[in-house]
């Protein structure tokens, strides 16, 4: 398959959202993964990419269960 991707360029789709800016690409050929860094740019997905990449994505579901929480609580005050 790495033929294919050598001839025609990979097949990169998306695997993982992060967060809203940071996702994991993976070539739907031969498998190589790829993520974005701090600057937007795609880089190899290494394991110190991939450990960073699972505490942003930690940091980002509670900051966001904590918000839809407090949105709720502001409704719920709204409305009482």
Same mark, same amino acid.
């Given at each position: 398959?790495?033929?294919?991707?050598?001839?025609?360029? +990979?097949?990169?789709?998306?695997?993982?959202?992060?967060?809203?800016?940071?996702?994991?690409?993976?070539?739907? +050929?031969?498998?190589?993964?790829?993520?974005?860094?701090?600057?937007?740019?795609?880089?190899?997905?290494?394991?110190?990419?991939?450990?960073?990449?699972?505490?942003?994505?930690?940091? +980002?579901?509670?900051?966001?269960?904590?918000?839809?929480?407090?949105?709720? +609580?502001?409704?719920?005050?709204?409305?009482?």
């Amino acid at each position: 398959m790495r033929l294919i991707c050598n001839l025609f360029g +990979h097949n990169f789709e998306v695997s993982r959202n992060v967060t809203y800016h940071v996702k994991e690409y993976k070539c739907s +050929h031969c498998n190589k993964e790829l993520t974005t860094n701090g600057n937007g740019n795609l880089i190899a997905l290494t394991p110190k990419y991939r450990e960073i990449n699972s505490i942003l994505s930690r940091i +980002h579901t509670k900051r966001q269960s904590k918000l839809n929480r407090e949105e709720l +609580h502001r409704t719920y005050k709204m409305t009482s």
